[in-house]
Protein backbone atom coordinates (compact mmCIF):
# COMPACT_ATOMS: atom_id res chain seq x y z
CA UNK A 1 0.00 0.00 0.00
CA UNK A 2 1.42 3.70 -0.84
CA UNK A 3 0.07 7.30 -0.68
CA UNK A 4 -1.93 8.73 -3.07
CA UNK A 5 0.38 11.25 -3.38
CA UNK A 6 3.61 8.40 -4.23
CA UNK A 7 0.96 6.76 -6.68
CA UNK A 8 0.42 10.11 -8.56
CA UNK A 9 4.16 11.10 -8.69
CA UNK A 10 4.29 7.26 -10.26
CA UNK A 11 1.60 8.58 -12.80
CA UNK A 12 3.64 11.82 -13.41
CA UNK A 13 6.81 10.41 -14.36
CA UNK A 14 5.23 7.16 -16.65
CA UNK A 15 3.72 10.74 -18.35
CA UNK A 16 6.85 12.54 -18.69
CA UNK A 17 8.75 9.32 -19.59
CA UNK A 18 6.26 8.48 -22.51
CA UNK A 19 7.08 12.46 -23.93
CA UNK A 20 10.76 11.94 -23.52
CA UNK A 21 11.01 8.55 -25.34
CA UNK A 22 8.99 10.16 -28.12
CA UNK A 23 11.40 13.17 -27.71
CA UNK A 24 14.40 11.06 -28.49
CA UNK A 25 12.24 9.10 -30.77
CA UNK A 26 11.93 12.47 -32.81
CA UNK A 27 15.60 13.79 -32.30
CA UNK A 28 17.11 10.30 -33.72
CA UNK A 29 14.59 9.73 -36.73
CA UNK A 30 15.52 13.29 -37.77
CA UNK A 31 18.83 13.48 -36.83
CA UNK A 32 20.00 15.83 -40.01
CA UNK A 33 16.94 18.00 -39.48
CA UNK A 34 18.29 18.39 -35.47
CA UNK A 35 22.25 18.07 -36.73
CA UNK A 36 22.95 21.61 -36.42
CA UNK A 37 21.32 22.12 -32.94
CA UNK A 38 24.29 22.67 -30.70
CA UNK A 39 24.66 20.23 -26.95
CA UNK A 40 23.77 23.42 -25.09
CA UNK A 41 20.53 24.06 -27.59
CA UNK A 42 19.83 20.04 -27.68
CA UNK A 43 19.87 19.69 -23.97
CA UNK A 44 18.05 23.32 -23.90
CA UNK A 45 14.95 21.52 -25.83
CA UNK A 46 15.18 18.57 -24.19
CA UNK A 47 14.74 20.54 -20.56
CA UNK A 48 12.45 23.21 -21.61
CA UNK A 49 10.29 20.36 -23.39
CA UNK A 50 9.48 18.83 -20.11
CA UNK A 51 7.11 22.43 -19.39
CA UNK A 52 4.77 21.38 -22.40
CA UNK A 53 4.78 17.52 -21.96
CA UNK A 54 3.55 18.16 -17.96
CA UNK A 55 1.22 21.01 -19.61
CA UNK A 56 -0.63 18.68 -22.31
CA UNK A 57 -0.48 15.31 -20.11
CA UNK A 58 -2.18 17.04 -17.24
CA UNK A 59 -4.83 18.70 -19.01
CA UNK A 60 -6.92 15.97 -20.18
CA UNK A 61 -5.97 13.67 -16.22
CA UNK A 62 -5.73 16.34 -13.62
CA UNK A 63 -9.06 15.83 -12.43
CA UNK A 64 -8.63 12.44 -11.88
CA UNK A 65 -5.48 13.00 -10.13
CA UNK A 66 -6.63 15.37 -8.19
CA UNK A 67 -10.15 13.07 -6.99
CA UNK A 68 -7.31 10.63 -6.21
CA UNK A 69 -6.09 12.79 -3.78
CA UNK A 70 -8.91 14.07 -1.90
CA UNK A 71 -9.13 12.58 1.69
CA UNK A 72 -12.14 10.96 1.24
CA UNK A 73 -12.89 7.06 1.61
CA UNK A 74 -14.33 6.42 -2.01
CA UNK A 75 -11.35 8.15 -3.59
CA UNK A 76 -8.90 5.86 -2.18
CA UNK A 77 -10.73 2.96 -2.34
CA UNK A 78 -9.79 0.09 -4.25
CA UNK A 79 -12.51 1.20 -7.55
CA UNK A 80 -12.13 4.44 -7.70
CA UNK A 81 -8.09 3.64 -7.23
CA UNK A 82 -8.79 0.70 -10.14
CA UNK A 83 -10.95 3.80 -12.51
CA UNK A 84 -7.96 6.22 -12.23
CA UNK A 85 -5.27 4.05 -13.57
CA UNK A 86 -6.95 2.34 -16.47
CA UNK A 87 -8.41 5.80 -17.55
CA UNK A 88 -4.89 7.30 -17.11
CA UNK A 89 -3.66 3.92 -19.49
CA UNK A 90 -6.07 4.65 -22.12
CA UNK A 91 -5.00 8.62 -22.16
CA UNK A 92 -1.32 6.80 -22.45
CA UNK A 93 -2.29 4.81 -25.22
CA UNK A 94 -3.98 7.68 -27.18
CA UNK A 95 -0.66 9.89 -26.58
CA UNK A 96 1.45 7.16 -27.56
CA UNK A 97 -0.13 6.55 -31.45
CA UNK A 98 -0.46 10.73 -31.72
CA UNK A 99 3.01 11.02 -31.00
CA UNK A 100 4.23 7.89 -33.22
CA UNK A 101 2.17 9.44 -36.16
CA UNK A 102 3.49 13.00 -35.07
CA UNK A 103 7.42 11.72 -35.61
CA UNK A 104 6.63 9.84 -38.63
CA UNK A 105 4.46 13.04 -39.81
CA UNK A 106 7.15 15.38 -39.24
CA UNK A 107 9.49 13.59 -41.59
CA UNK A 108 7.56 14.92 -44.92
CA UNK A 109 6.83 18.82 -43.29
CA UNK A 110 9.53 19.30 -41.09
CA UNK A 111 7.18 20.27 -38.51
CA UNK A 112 4.73 18.73 -35.49
CA UNK A 113 0.59 17.97 -36.29
CA UNK A 114 -1.23 21.25 -35.84
CA UNK A 115 -5.30 20.58 -36.80
CA UNK A 116 -4.31 17.42 -39.72
CA UNK A 117 -6.04 15.27 -36.83
CA UNK A 118 -9.14 17.33 -37.14
CA UNK A 119 -9.17 16.81 -40.85
CA UNK A 120 -8.11 13.13 -40.92
CA UNK A 121 -11.39 12.46 -39.00
CA UNK A 122 -13.28 13.29 -42.24
CA UNK A 123 -10.96 10.94 -44.13
CA UNK A 124 -10.41 7.40 -42.06
CA UNK A 125 -9.73 5.28 -45.21
CA UNK A 126 -6.68 7.11 -45.10
CA UNK A 127 -5.40 6.27 -41.58
CA UNK A 128 -6.47 2.65 -42.63
CA UNK A 129 -4.14 2.79 -45.65
CA UNK A 130 -1.72 4.10 -43.90
CA UNK A 131 -1.10 1.30 -41.93
CA UNK A 132 0.99 -1.01 -43.65
CA UNK A 133 2.80 1.20 -45.09
CA UNK A 134 4.14 1.70 -41.65
CA UNK A 135 3.55 -1.39 -40.22
CA UNK A 136 6.63 -2.18 -38.48
CA UNK A 137 6.18 1.45 -36.43
CA UNK A 138 2.45 0.26 -36.16
CA UNK A 139 3.79 -3.30 -34.53
CA UNK A 140 6.26 -1.78 -32.32
CA UNK A 141 3.50 0.61 -31.18
CA UNK A 142 1.45 -2.36 -30.11
CA UNK A 143 4.38 -4.39 -28.58
CA UNK A 144 5.03 -1.19 -26.35
CA UNK A 145 1.77 -0.69 -25.51
CA UNK A 146 0.93 -4.90 -24.44
CA UNK A 147 3.89 -4.60 -22.02
CA UNK A 148 2.61 -0.91 -21.03
CA UNK A 149 -0.65 -2.63 -20.25
CA UNK A 150 0.84 -5.42 -18.53
CA UNK A 151 2.76 -3.39 -15.95
CA UNK A 152 -0.49 -1.23 -15.62
CA UNK A 153 -2.12 -4.16 -14.25
CA UNK A 154 0.23 -4.71 -11.34
CA UNK A 155 0.53 -0.89 -11.20
CA UNK A 156 -3.32 -0.19 -10.81
CA UNK A 157 -3.30 -3.25 -8.20
CA UNK A 158 -1.14 -1.43 -5.58
CA UNK A 159 -3.61 -0.04 -3.26
CA UNK A 160 -3.44 3.74 -1.87
CA UNK A 161 -3.64 5.12 1.11
CA UNK A 162 -4.86 8.71 2.36
CA UNK A 163 -1.99 11.01 2.29
CA UNK A 164 -0.28 12.88 5.85
CA UNK A 165 -1.37 15.94 6.10
CA UNK A 166 -4.37 15.72 3.38
CA UNK A 167 -5.65 18.69 2.83
CA UNK A 168 -2.39 20.48 2.64
CA UNK A 169 -1.10 17.90 0.24
CA UNK A 170 -4.59 18.67 -1.83
CA UNK A 171 -4.29 22.34 -1.77
CA UNK A 172 -0.49 22.12 -3.23
CA UNK A 173 -1.15 19.51 -5.62
CA UNK A 174 -4.29 21.50 -6.83
CA UNK A 175 -1.78 25.01 -7.19
CA UNK A 176 0.76 22.82 -8.96
CA UNK A 177 -1.22 21.19 -11.23
CA UNK A 178 -2.99 24.67 -11.89
CA UNK A 179 0.82 26.28 -12.81
CA UNK A 180 1.87 22.99 -15.09
CA UNK A 181 -0.97 23.09 -17.08
CA UNK A 182 -0.67 26.86 -17.43
CA UNK A 183 2.95 26.42 -18.21
CA UNK A 184 3.51 29.84 -16.14
CA UNK A 185 2.56 31.75 -13.63
CA UNK A 186 2.00 34.75 -15.22
CA UNK A 187 -0.71 36.10 -16.96
CA UNK A 188 -0.74 34.27 -20.33
CA UNK A 189 -1.21 30.15 -20.28
CA UNK A 190 1.56 28.54 -22.31
CA UNK A 191 1.28 28.19 -26.22
CA UNK A 192 3.31 27.22 -28.92
CA UNK A 193 5.11 30.55 -29.55
CA UNK A 194 6.90 29.88 -26.20
CA UNK A 195 9.05 27.35 -27.96
CA UNK A 196 10.31 29.99 -29.66
CA UNK A 197 12.12 31.70 -27.25
CA UNK A 198 15.75 31.52 -28.63
CA UNK A 199 14.29 32.51 -32.16
CA UNK A 200 15.86 29.00 -33.59
CA UNK A 201 12.87 27.49 -35.32
CA UNK A 202 14.59 23.90 -35.04
CA UNK A 203 15.22 23.96 -31.12
CA UNK A 204 11.43 24.88 -30.80
CA UNK A 205 10.31 21.92 -33.25
CA UNK A 206 12.43 19.85 -30.47
CA UNK A 207 10.59 21.66 -27.44
CA UNK A 208 7.39 20.85 -28.62
CA UNK A 209 5.61 17.78 -28.70
CA UNK A 210 2.66 16.59 -31.32
CA UNK A 211 0.04 15.92 -29.14
CA UNK A 212 0.62 20.02 -27.51
CA UNK A 213 0.61 21.24 -31.65
CA UNK A 214 -2.27 19.47 -32.33
CA UNK A 215 -4.58 20.53 -29.49
CA UNK A 216 -3.77 24.05 -29.48
CA UNK A 217 -4.19 24.58 -32.73
CA UNK A 218 -7.32 22.47 -33.23
CA UNK A 219 -8.79 24.03 -30.71
CA UNK A 220 -7.93 27.82 -31.59
CA UNK A 221 -8.60 26.95 -35.29
CA UNK A 222 -12.60 26.03 -34.39
CA UNK A 223 -13.31 30.10 -32.94
CA UNK A 224 -10.54 31.91 -34.24
CA UNK A 225 -11.32 36.12 -34.51
CA UNK A 226 -8.25 37.82 -36.06
CA UNK A 227 -8.35 41.67 -35.18
CA UNK A 228 -4.80 42.91 -35.43
CA UNK A 229 -6.48 46.33 -37.15
CA UNK A 230 -9.12 48.55 -37.48
CA UNK A 231 -11.07 47.12 -40.77
CA UNK A 232 -10.31 50.14 -42.83
CA UNK A 233 -6.12 49.91 -41.72
CA UNK A 234 -6.46 46.05 -42.73
CA UNK A 235 -7.86 46.82 -46.15
CA UNK A 236 -5.84 49.89 -46.50
CA UNK A 237 -2.44 47.23 -46.03
CA UNK A 238 -3.45 45.26 -48.41
CA UNK A 239 -4.25 48.46 -51.04
CA UNK A 240 -8.38 47.65 -50.78
CA UNK A 241 -10.89 49.41 -50.81
CA UNK A 242 -13.88 49.40 -48.25
CA UNK A 243 -16.95 47.53 -49.86
CA UNK A 244 -19.68 45.08 -49.86
CA UNK A 245 -16.97 42.62 -52.00
CA UNK A 246 -13.06 43.72 -51.19
CA UNK A 247 -11.65 41.31 -53.50
CA UNK A 248 -13.95 41.38 -56.75
CA UNK A 249 -11.78 41.59 -59.89
CA UNK A 250 -12.68 41.48 -63.57
CA UNK A 251 -10.49 41.62 -66.91
CA UNK A 252 -11.50 43.21 -69.92
CA UNK A 253 -10.67 41.43 -72.60
CA UNK A 254 -11.22 39.14 -75.50
CA UNK A 255 -12.09 35.25 -74.90
CA UNK A 256 -9.12 33.34 -76.34
CA UNK A 257 -10.86 30.36 -77.12
CA UNK A 258 -8.12 28.18 -75.54
CA UNK A 259 -8.35 24.99 -73.84
CA UNK A 260 -6.53 24.44 -70.33
CA UNK A 261 -5.30 21.53 -68.73
CA UNK A 262 -3.52 21.98 -65.14
CA UNK A 263 -1.44 19.10 -63.80
CA UNK A 264 -0.87 18.93 -60.45
CA UNK A 265 1.94 16.90 -59.35
CA UNK A 266 2.21 14.96 -56.05
CA UNK A 267 5.51 16.74 -53.96
CA UNK A 268 7.42 17.38 -57.19
CA UNK A 269 9.79 19.35 -56.27
CA UNK A 270 12.94 21.62 -57.69
CA UNK A 271 15.13 19.08 -56.02
CA UNK A 272 14.73 16.68 -58.00
CA UNK A 273 13.75 18.33 -61.49
CA UNK A 274 17.16 18.80 -63.68
CA UNK A 275 15.64 22.27 -65.40
CA UNK A 276 15.23 24.11 -61.87
CA UNK A 277 19.32 23.10 -61.01
CA UNK A 278 18.98 19.13 -60.15
CA UNK A 279 21.47 16.78 -61.51
CA UNK A 280 19.73 13.52 -61.91
CA UNK A 281 18.43 12.65 -65.12
CA UNK A 282 14.76 11.57 -63.98
CA UNK A 283 12.62 14.58 -65.39
CA UNK A 284 13.61 14.90 -69.15
CA UNK A 285 9.59 15.46 -70.32
CA UNK A 286 9.19 17.73 -67.85
CA UNK A 287 12.66 19.59 -68.48
CA UNK A 288 12.01 19.82 -72.52
CA UNK A 289 8.76 21.31 -71.59
CA UNK A 290 9.85 24.00 -68.91
CA UNK A 291 12.39 25.02 -71.71
CA UNK A 292 9.80 25.66 -74.58
CA UNK A 293 7.22 27.30 -71.99
CA UNK A 294 7.43 30.01 -69.24
CA UNK A 295 9.07 28.61 -66.31
CA UNK A 296 8.75 30.47 -62.87
CA UNK A 297 11.82 29.83 -60.80
CA UNK A 298 10.57 31.64 -57.37
CA UNK A 299 6.99 29.98 -56.91
CA UNK A 300 5.54 28.78 -54.05
CA UNK A 301 3.13 26.45 -52.43
CA UNK A 302 0.49 28.01 -50.14
CA UNK A 303 0.68 25.19 -47.84
CA UNK A 304 2.01 22.13 -46.81
CA UNK A 305 -1.08 20.20 -47.35
CA UNK A 306 -2.63 18.49 -50.93
CA UNK A 307 -6.13 19.93 -50.26
CA UNK A 308 -4.54 23.38 -49.47
CA UNK A 309 -3.27 23.71 -53.04
CA UNK A 310 -6.48 22.54 -54.26
CA UNK A 311 -7.73 25.16 -52.24
CA UNK A 312 -5.44 28.10 -53.56
CA UNK A 313 -5.66 26.93 -57.19
CA UNK A 314 -9.26 26.68 -57.64
CA UNK A 315 -10.48 28.92 -55.65
CA UNK A 316 -7.88 31.75 -54.81
CA UNK A 317 -8.65 31.37 -50.75
CA UNK A 318 -5.60 30.80 -48.77
CA UNK A 319 -6.08 28.12 -45.93
CA UNK A 320 -5.44 30.08 -43.03
CA UNK A 321 -6.23 29.24 -39.56
CA UNK A 322 -9.27 29.36 -38.52
CA UNK A 323 -11.13 29.31 -41.25
CA UNK A 324 -12.09 26.04 -42.95
CA UNK A 325 -10.62 24.30 -45.49
CA UNK A 326 -11.72 23.04 -49.01
CA UNK A 327 -13.79 19.78 -47.92
CA UNK A 328 -14.48 20.45 -44.48
CA UNK A 329 -16.65 23.72 -44.57
CA UNK A 330 -15.00 26.02 -46.74
CA UNK A 331 -16.92 24.89 -49.86
CA UNK A 332 -20.65 26.86 -47.71
CA UNK A 333 -19.41 29.90 -48.10
CA UNK A 334 -19.41 32.16 -51.04
CA UNK A 335 -16.34 31.88 -52.95
CA UNK A 336 -15.17 32.20 -56.76
CA UNK A 337 -16.02 28.81 -58.07
CA UNK A 338 -13.76 27.96 -61.53
CA UNK A 339 -15.67 25.73 -62.50
CA UNK A 340 -19.27 27.84 -62.57
CA UNK A 341 -17.05 30.65 -64.60
CA UNK A 342 -16.04 27.86 -66.93
CA UNK A 343 -19.77 26.86 -67.21
CA UNK A 344 -20.75 30.55 -68.20
CA UNK A 345 -18.77 30.25 -70.89
CA UNK A 346 -19.67 26.78 -72.20
CA UNK A 347 -17.04 25.31 -71.36
CA UNK A 348 -16.60 21.29 -70.38
CA UNK A 349 -14.94 20.64 -67.17
CA UNK A 350 -13.50 17.08 -66.07
CA UNK A 351 -11.69 16.46 -62.74
CA UNK A 352 -9.22 13.63 -61.71
CA UNK A 353 -7.16 12.25 -59.36
CA UNK A 354 -5.87 9.02 -59.28
CA UNK A 355 -6.54 8.45 -55.71
CA UNK A 356 -9.46 7.19 -54.63
CA UNK A 357 -12.38 9.06 -55.86
CA UNK A 358 -14.04 9.84 -52.38
CA UNK A 359 -10.29 10.74 -50.58
CA UNK A 360 -10.24 13.59 -48.55
CA UNK A 361 -14.03 14.27 -50.19
CA UNK A 362 -12.57 15.26 -53.59
CA UNK A 363 -15.37 13.89 -55.57
CA UNK A 364 -17.45 16.11 -53.17
CA UNK A 365 -15.27 19.21 -53.63
CA UNK A 366 -15.41 18.57 -57.46
CA UNK A 367 -19.19 18.93 -57.58
CA UNK A 368 -19.19 21.78 -55.79
CA UNK A 369 -16.55 23.87 -57.56
CA UNK A 370 -19.01 23.14 -60.80
CA UNK A 371 -17.16 20.43 -62.67
CA UNK A 372 -19.11 18.53 -64.92
CA UNK A 373 -16.92 14.95 -64.69
CA UNK A 374 -15.20 13.39 -62.16
CA UNK A 375 -12.81 10.42 -62.30
CA UNK A 376 -10.42 8.32 -59.37
CA UNK A 377 -8.65 5.54 -58.85
CA UNK A 378 -11.98 3.19 -59.17
CA UNK A 379 -12.00 4.63 -62.95
CA UNK A 380 -8.17 3.69 -63.64
CA UNK A 381 -7.32 0.37 -64.06
CA UNK A 382 -3.81 -0.81 -64.56
CA UNK A 383 -2.25 -0.65 -67.97
CA UNK A 384 1.24 -1.18 -67.15
CA UNK A 385 2.54 -4.28 -66.15
CA UNK A 386 3.48 -3.29 -62.28
CA UNK A 387 5.15 -5.78 -59.68
CA UNK A 388 2.34 -4.94 -57.14
CA UNK A 389 -0.99 -3.56 -59.00
CA UNK A 390 -1.96 -2.20 -55.55
CA UNK A 391 1.94 -0.76 -54.16
CA UNK A 392 0.55 2.59 -55.23
CA UNK A 393 -1.79 3.74 -52.61
CA UNK A 394 -2.64 7.01 -54.09
CA UNK A 395 -3.19 5.45 -57.94
CA UNK A 396 -0.71 5.35 -60.80
CA UNK A 397 -0.16 8.41 -62.50
CA UNK A 398 0.25 6.49 -65.93
CA UNK A 399 -3.15 5.38 -65.77
CA UNK A 400 -4.09 8.70 -64.59
CA UNK A 401 -2.68 10.87 -67.88
CA UNK A 402 -4.50 8.46 -70.06
CA UNK A 403 -7.56 8.68 -68.64
CA UNK A 404 -7.08 12.08 -68.58
CA UNK A 405 -6.75 11.79 -72.91
CA UNK A 406 -9.52 9.92 -72.91
CA UNK A 407 -11.31 12.05 -71.33
CA UNK A 408 -10.32 15.02 -73.28
CA UNK A 409 -11.90 13.01 -76.51
CA UNK A 410 -15.09 14.80 -76.38
CA UNK A 411 -17.12 14.28 -78.69
CA UNK A 412 -18.20 18.05 -79.74
CA UNK A 413 -16.17 20.80 -80.20
CA UNK A 414 -16.82 22.30 -77.49
CA UNK A 415 -13.67 24.27 -75.42
CA UNK A 416 -12.56 22.71 -72.11
CA UNK A 417 -10.73 22.91 -68.64
CA UNK A 418 -9.29 19.53 -67.23
CA UNK A 419 -7.73 19.52 -63.77
CA UNK A 420 -5.33 16.24 -62.76
CA UNK A 421 -4.39 15.02 -59.44
CA UNK A 422 -1.26 12.83 -59.50
CA UNK A 423 -0.67 10.35 -56.72
CA UNK A 424 1.87 8.02 -57.23
CA UNK A 425 5.15 10.64 -55.74
CA UNK A 426 3.21 9.77 -52.51
CA UNK A 427 4.68 7.53 -49.74
CA UNK A 428 4.38 4.38 -50.06
CA UNK A 429 7.02 3.83 -52.47
CA UNK A 430 6.04 1.20 -54.66
CA UNK A 431 8.27 -1.12 -57.07
CA UNK A 432 8.01 -0.06 -60.56
CA UNK A 433 8.44 -1.96 -64.26
CA UNK A 434 12.10 -2.60 -64.43
CA UNK A 435 12.83 -0.08 -67.27
CA UNK A 436 11.58 2.44 -64.95
CA UNK A 437 13.92 1.94 -61.86
CA UNK A 438 16.58 4.41 -62.94
CA UNK A 439 18.38 3.95 -59.59
CA UNK A 440 18.33 0.92 -56.91
CA UNK A 441 15.27 0.30 -55.00
CA UNK A 442 15.80 1.37 -51.53
CA UNK A 443 11.95 2.48 -50.10
CA UNK A 444 13.44 5.58 -49.49
CA UNK A 445 14.48 8.42 -51.29
CA UNK A 446 15.88 6.50 -54.26
CA UNK A 447 12.65 4.92 -54.94
CA UNK A 448 11.61 8.33 -54.80
CA UNK A 449 13.63 9.17 -57.83
CA UNK A 450 12.41 6.45 -59.81
CA UNK A 451 8.99 7.39 -59.20
CA UNK A 452 9.69 11.15 -60.51
CA UNK A 453 11.11 9.63 -63.49
CA UNK A 454 8.09 7.10 -63.91
CA UNK A 455 5.61 10.07 -63.52
CA UNK A 456 7.95 12.23 -65.65
CA UNK A 457 7.60 9.25 -68.54
CA UNK A 458 3.50 9.44 -67.56
CA UNK A 459 3.77 12.92 -68.46
CA UNK A 460 5.57 12.57 -71.50
CA UNK A 461 3.62 9.58 -72.64
CA UNK A 462 0.60 11.82 -72.34
CA UNK A 463 1.83 14.49 -74.54
CA UNK A 464 2.63 12.69 -77.17
CA UNK A 465 -0.34 11.40 -77.45
CA UNK A 466 -1.88 14.81 -77.11
CA UNK A 467 0.30 16.23 -80.05
CA UNK A 468 -1.49 13.95 -82.67
CA UNK A 469 -4.91 15.86 -81.44
CA UNK A 470 -5.91 19.13 -83.43
CA UNK A 471 -6.54 20.83 -79.99
CA UNK A 472 -3.23 20.84 -78.75
CA UNK A 473 -2.00 23.39 -80.46
CA UNK A 474 -4.57 26.07 -78.67
CA UNK A 475 -4.18 24.10 -75.48
CA UNK A 476 -2.08 25.85 -72.62
CA UNK A 477 -0.76 23.57 -70.09
CA UNK A 478 0.00 24.18 -67.04
CA UNK A 479 2.55 21.94 -64.76
CA UNK A 480 3.00 22.48 -61.22
CA UNK A 481 3.11 21.05 -57.76
CA UNK A 482 0.58 20.46 -54.69
CA UNK A 483 2.90 20.97 -51.89
CA UNK A 484 7.25 20.52 -51.75
CA UNK A 485 8.56 17.37 -50.70
CA UNK A 486 9.96 18.23 -47.65
CA UNK A 487 10.65 14.17 -46.08
CA UNK A 488 14.27 14.48 -48.00
CA UNK A 489 15.32 18.01 -47.50
CA UNK A 490 16.88 20.03 -45.35
CA UNK A 491 13.87 21.97 -43.34
CA UNK A 492 14.99 25.06 -44.49
CA UNK A 493 11.45 27.21 -44.93
CA UNK A 494 11.52 28.31 -48.13
CA UNK A 495 12.76 24.65 -49.24
CA UNK A 496 9.73 23.54 -47.64
CA UNK A 497 7.21 25.64 -50.36
CA UNK A 498 9.02 26.28 -53.43
CA UNK A 499 7.09 24.25 -56.08
CA UNK A 500 7.68 24.01 -59.91
CA UNK A 501 5.48 26.48 -62.10
CA UNK A 502 5.41 26.18 -65.82
CA UNK A 503 2.97 27.35 -68.72
CA UNK A 504 3.56 25.79 -71.98
CA UNK A 505 1.93 26.48 -75.14
CA UNK A 506 4.57 26.74 -77.71
CA UNK A 507 2.00 28.35 -79.97
CA UNK A 508 0.62 30.96 -77.50
CA UNK A 509 3.72 31.82 -75.31
CA UNK A 510 7.36 32.51 -76.44
CA UNK A 511 9.92 30.08 -74.22
CA UNK A 512 10.73 32.67 -70.74
CA UNK A 513 12.19 32.41 -67.74
CA UNK A 514 9.92 34.34 -64.69
CA UNK A 515 11.64 34.92 -61.64
CA UNK A 516 9.32 37.43 -60.17
CA UNK A 517 7.83 36.05 -56.59
CA UNK A 518 4.95 33.67 -57.44
CA UNK A 519 2.10 31.77 -55.41
CA UNK A 520 -0.35 29.01 -55.50
CA UNK A 521 -3.31 31.57 -54.79
CA UNK A 522 -2.38 33.15 -58.37
CA UNK A 523 -3.52 30.41 -60.68
CA UNK A 524 -6.94 30.78 -60.71
CA UNK A 525 -6.36 34.71 -62.15
CA UNK A 526 -3.72 33.32 -64.42
CA UNK A 527 -6.05 30.80 -65.76
CA UNK A 528 -9.34 32.99 -66.27
CA UNK A 529 -6.73 35.77 -67.69
CA UNK A 530 -5.55 33.25 -70.64
CA UNK A 531 -8.95 32.35 -71.29
CA UNK A 532 -9.63 35.60 -71.40
CA UNK A 533 -12.50 35.99 -69.73
CA UNK A 534 -14.64 39.07 -68.29
CA UNK A 535 -16.26 37.56 -65.49
CA UNK A 536 -16.10 38.98 -62.13
CA UNK A 537 -14.05 37.09 -59.94
CA UNK A 538 -12.65 37.09 -56.10
CA UNK A 539 -9.19 36.64 -54.87
CA UNK A 540 -6.53 38.81 -52.81
CA UNK A 541 -3.97 38.58 -56.13
CA UNK A 542 -3.52 38.81 -59.71
CA UNK A 543 -2.90 36.50 -62.32
CA UNK A 544 0.81 36.29 -63.28
CA UNK A 545 0.47 38.05 -66.44
CA UNK A 546 -0.78 40.84 -64.50
CA UNK A 547 0.96 41.71 -61.59
CA UNK A 548 4.82 41.47 -59.69
CA UNK A 549 3.78 40.27 -56.36
CA UNK A 550 5.89 41.20 -53.88
CA UNK A 551 5.54 38.09 -51.17
CA UNK A 552 4.33 34.50 -51.41
CA UNK A 553 1.61 34.11 -48.48
CA UNK A 554 2.05 30.96 -47.39
CA UNK A 555 0.55 28.62 -44.31
CA UNK A 556 2.14 25.82 -42.19
CA UNK A 557 0.17 24.59 -39.65
CA UNK A 558 -0.95 26.95 -37.75
CA UNK A 559 2.26 28.97 -38.88
CA UNK A 560 1.70 31.87 -41.34
CA UNK A 561 4.19 33.85 -43.45
CA UNK A 562 5.13 35.40 -46.10
CA UNK A 563 8.58 34.50 -48.94
CA UNK A 564 9.73 37.81 -50.57
CA UNK A 565 12.85 37.85 -53.03
CA UNK A 566 14.71 39.39 -49.95
CA UNK A 567 14.08 36.37 -47.25
CA UNK A 568 10.63 35.43 -45.29
CA UNK A 569 9.27 36.04 -42.41
CA UNK A 570 7.21 33.38 -40.16
CA UNK A 571 4.50 34.36 -37.19
CA UNK A 572 2.31 32.84 -35.13
CA UNK A 573 -0.95 35.25 -35.15
CA UNK A 574 0.16 36.40 -32.34
CA UNK A 575 4.65 36.94 -32.25
CA UNK A 576 7.07 37.08 -35.11
CA UNK A 577 8.89 33.62 -34.72
CA UNK A 578 11.75 34.06 -37.35
CA UNK A 579 12.71 36.48 -39.87
CA UNK A 580 15.39 37.12 -42.35
CA UNK A 581 14.42 40.43 -43.48
CA UNK A 582 16.23 43.96 -42.06
CA UNK A 583 13.85 45.30 -39.44
CA UNK A 584 11.69 47.93 -41.72
CA UNK A 585 10.88 45.43 -44.34
CA UNK A 586 10.09 43.14 -41.83
CA UNK A 587 7.27 45.43 -40.16
CA UNK A 588 6.23 45.97 -43.33
CA UNK A 589 5.64 42.49 -44.58
CA UNK A 590 4.07 41.06 -40.94
CA UNK A 591 1.91 44.02 -41.42
CA UNK A 592 0.62 42.64 -45.04
CA UNK A 593 0.37 39.13 -43.57
CA UNK A 594 -1.86 39.79 -40.31
CA UNK A 595 -4.03 42.09 -42.22
CA UNK A 596 -4.16 39.39 -44.74
CA UNK A 597 -5.26 36.64 -42.52
CA UNK A 598 -7.68 39.09 -40.57
CA UNK A 599 -9.26 40.11 -43.82
CA UNK A 600 -10.02 36.85 -45.36
CA UNK A 601 -11.06 35.17 -41.74
CA UNK A 602 -13.76 38.50 -41.32
CA UNK A 603 -14.63 37.69 -45.56
CA UNK A 604 -15.66 34.34 -45.21
CA UNK A 605 -16.97 34.88 -41.58
CA UNK A 606 -19.28 37.61 -43.23
CA UNK A 607 -19.71 35.54 -46.33
CA UNK A 608 -18.54 38.60 -48.36
CA UNK A 609 -15.01 36.91 -49.90
CA UNK A 610 -17.30 36.64 -53.36
CA UNK A 611 -20.91 37.13 -54.06
Keep these: MISAITKTG ?25 AELTLFETLFAFIHGVRFDLSIGLTFLFLFLLLLNLPFKIFVSKIYNQITSWVFLLAMIVYIFILVGDILYFGY ?15 KTFLLDMVPVYWIETLLGFIFIAMLAYFWKKLAAIEVKKNPYPWITFVALFLLFFVAIRGSVGTKPISV ?102 KFTNFYASGQRSIEGI ?60 FDRYFGMEDMPPLLEYPDPEGAKFGWDYE ?88 YQSGEFLEGFHVPFVIYSPKHFAPAVETKIASQIQIMPTIIDILGFDDSFYAFDDSLFKTDAQAAFIY ?26 DKQLALEVERRILAKAQITSRLIKENRFAQ
Excluded: C
Design 10 to 34: IFILILLGIFLLARIGLYIAHYDFF
Design 193 to 294: VNAYTSGNSKEASLTLNGVFTAYHYGRRSQNEDFSFYPQQEALEILGLQEREFPLKKSYAQKRSNLNVVVVMMESWSPRYIDSYGADLGITPNFDAFAKKGV
Design 311 to 370: QAALTGVPPIKGVPSLGFGLEIANITRLGEILERNNYEKVFLQTSKRGSFYMDAIATALG
Design 109 to 123: VKRHLADELLLLQGD
Design 400 to 487: GYMKLFDALESPDEQNFFAFLFTGSTHTPYPRLPAFLEKYPYDGEEQSFYNLVYYSDYALGEFMKKAKTKEWFEDTVFIFTADHAMAH
Design 556 to 581: SGGIVGAITKKGYLKHSYSNRLETTL
